[in-house]
């Protein structure tokens, strides 16, 4: 197991060295260092989802209790994969290692180790498809770039595909297009045909299998803690807001992260969605077996995040709604805009999403049949349905971060500042280089967000924290917003660690502070029901 | 089974200190607990908090929602973070079963899945 203790200190952390190992990469074995890897995945996750080889193990140990024909396994799968996914044989052949893409990666930046440059990450598995899968890696072996496939080699792989969170940075420097996360995508595809997975993704994995949602919340439990956000919007606003369960006939289904229905502070985001949705008259539900925007079997293969998201879908038909709402998630929008038209096609039994308020239709969900919420926020604004007291958001200085997956993947620019900018005054951006499509990942996403990889983490964090602490420096920036559930859980140790003091939001947050609802009694309290300050509040 | 003795009490935890039969708890149970764990005194803000904690579990199989359980006991905003050192201390004595790895990443490193 890793060692569960502190990451060092910043001081020493930030000292990174970039020079590489005196020998080739090939020559240089695989270094499991605590603090930078998970816990390998128990077999009782494994079983609860029908995964192959389900049993318990330790990455530490030499032992992995591979299957004898572990080898077999993993080129069969290679050779299936090559067959079925033409990107991944395009992926495999292209590269011409120009390097491109090596300063680009956050855990190359934040960690300085050269199998961390996306290039050599995804060489970790080209040497073994030229070996087995390439006439010039067949005959000419090393001298081709190609190397046996042996334990060590997959340890290898296992090790530095659970250092890579998919966040995509590097593509967007490619010359030839090539999407490393896929590569990630497709070798934690095989290593899972091995069982070996990571405890921090297929526990949500489990949890989600059974009972809808990644935290396991049950139905009762889904409704005892919507029910004390409501309770503090009483508190907050005098208004009690109403919302309903599993609802047959209503015209939306919505589905947040479910990290939003505990986490701080993704309950505030919540608590901001409830708000709204009362105060506009949404004819909506949620459902309690289907309660999770996000999806970690995504991280694990796409059978299981098939076998995981299905749900929502199987929801809205039972439900008998036109469309579905999704919170603020981040790989949500990748996987229900990217992979769900290709796995299923458009469900034919849900509608073009239309705004029930605005009328506007969201033709760019056509296919998936489903609005990313600052979608639907930000055009409720912009035909004016909405009142806000921005002066409520007056004690933040606020900077956005793009989350990989709904800006680099799904082009969600413009709504969120446009969100922000209306609810609040003090917006200010971090550099060019880090924001929008060129976004830094907050080095936990792709379900690395665990306790035991705390170095990795922060070290991969680095980058962002470090555009973090320019715009803290330069404008007095006291919040950092976003819209991802990973985001909020991963970003306020990342910033407690690296900028002390700066806190972290969701968009709705905001927009639950300065919404000014019909019949609200005068605020001094904000979502977190802690004094505003200038609102008569103490301070 | 490593045995807590607490004046006549004798209670079984596990390996970790974590409570065995659930039914066992009451005040001096978890006063035993929590000197093993190195608190002194349960004041009664923290069996208040226990309390809340442990009727929560055994409705809803879950830790409440911090919030929600310094508002419903009148206590001070972050008030597990005061009373305890994490909220996974404050799960163990309140004498809920061992929790699963996942529970302790959600509570000790306050990490939730997306």
């Keep these: 197991m890793a060692t569960k203790g502190k990451p060092p200190k910043p001081e020493e952390l930030s000292k990174i060295s970039y020079t590489p190992p005196s020998k080739g990469w090939m020559d240089t074995p695989v270094e499991f260092k605590p603090g930078m890897y998970c816990h390998g995945t128990r077999a009782k996750y494994l079983e609860a989802v029908g995964m192959p080889f389900p049993r318990d193990w330790s990455a530490s140990e030499a032992d992995w209790k591979l299957p004898d024909n572990w080898k077999e396994i993993v080129l069969q799968g290679i050779k299936e994969r090559l067959q079925k996914f033409r990107t991944f044989h395009v992926f495999m052949d292209i590269c011409v290692r120009c390097g491109a893409c090596a300063d680009k990666c956050h855990f190359f930046l934040g960690g300085g180790d050269p199998k961390n440059m996306p290039v050599l990450r995804a060489e970790l598995l080209r040497s073994v498809y030229r070996k087995y899968f390439t006439t010039s890696g067949k005959i000419l072996g090393k001298a081709a770039g190609a190397r046996e496939l042996t334990e060590d080699v997959l340890k290898e792989l296992w090790y530095y595909y659970f250092q890579c969170t998919e966040c995509r940075r590097c593509s967007l420097f490619c010359p030839y297009g090539i999407d490393q996360a896929e590569i990630t995508i497709i070798g934690r595809e095989l290593l899972n045909l091995l069982g070996l997975n990571i405890d921090w993704i297929m526990g949500p994995v489990a949890n989600s299998y059974r009972t809808g949602n990644h935290l396991g919340l049950e139905p009762h439990t889904i409704k005892a803690n919507i029910d004390f956000m409501i309770d503090d919007i009483e508190t907050i606003t005098g208004i009690k807001v109403d919302t309903t369960y599993n609802r047959k006939g209503a015209e939306i289904l919505f589905i947040g992260p479910s990290g939003d229905l505990f986490g701080v502070p993704g309950n505030y985001v919540t608590m901001g969605e409830l708000m709204l949705f009362h105060e506009i008259g949404l004819d909506y539900t949620w459902s309690t077996m289907a309660c999770e925007g996000g999806n970690f079997g995504f991280f694990t293969s796409m059978e299981v995040a098939k076998k995981l998201y299905y749900k929502i879908y199987s929801e809205a038909k039972r439900l008998g709604v036109k469309w579905i709402l999704g919170g603020e998630c981040g790989h949500q929008w990748r996987l229900m805009n990217q992979f769900a038209d290709t796995w299923w096609g458009p469900p034919d039994f849900l509608e073009e999403p239309v705004s029930p308020i605005t009328g506007t239709k969201f033709e760019n969900a056509k296919g998936s049949k489903i609005v990313h919420i600052t979608e639907f926020t930000a055009d409720l604004i912009k035909h004016g349905k909405l009142k806000f007291d921005k002066s409520r958001n007056d004690h933040l200085k606020i900077t956005f971060h793009d989350s990989c997956n709904t800006a680099r993947a799904m082009g969600i620019f413009e709504e969120p500042r446009y969100i922000i900018n209306s609810v609040c005054n003090h917006f200010y951006e971090m550099p060019e280089s880090t924001i929008r499509e060129k976004t830094f990942c907050c080095g936990s996403g792709s379900g690395l967000n665990a306790g035991e990889n705390i170095e990795l983490r922060m070290r991969g964090g680095f980058p962002r924290a470090n555009a973090v602490k320019y715009v803290r420096d330069t404008f007095g920036v006291n919040m950092l917003a976003n819209i991802c559930a990973i985001d909020r859980a991963a970003l306020p140790t990342l910033m407690d660690y690296w900028n002390p003091g700066m806190d972290v939001c969701g968009v709705h947050e905001l927009v639950g502070n300065a919404l000014v609802m019909k019949g609200e009694i005068e605020r001094t309290l904000d979502l977190r029901t802690e004094p505003l300050p200038g609102k008569g509040g103490t301070e | ?114």
């Excluded at chain 2, 607990?33 to 002194?40: C, D, P, T, V």
């Excluded at chain 2, 069996?47 to 006991?73: G, M």
């Design chain 2, 1 to 114: 089974m490593p045995i807590v003795e607490y004046g006549d009490l004798k209670i079984n935890v596990d390996d970790e200190g974590y409570l065995i039969n659930f039914d066992d708890w009451n005040e001096q149970t978890a006063c035993a607990l929590a000197e093993r764990e190195g608190i002194e005194e349960l004041t009664l803000e923290k069996l208040e908090i226990l309390k809340f904690v442990r009727q929560f579990y055994k409705e809803f199989n879950f830790f409440p929602i911090f919030d929600a359980v310094c508002k419903n006991l009148h206590q001070p905003h972050n008030c597990i973070a005061e009373q305890f050192a994490s909220p996974l201390l404050t799960w163990k004595l309140a004498g809920l079963p061992k929790p699963d790895e996942f529970i302790v990443t959600v509570l000790e490193h306050k990490q939730t899945p997306g």
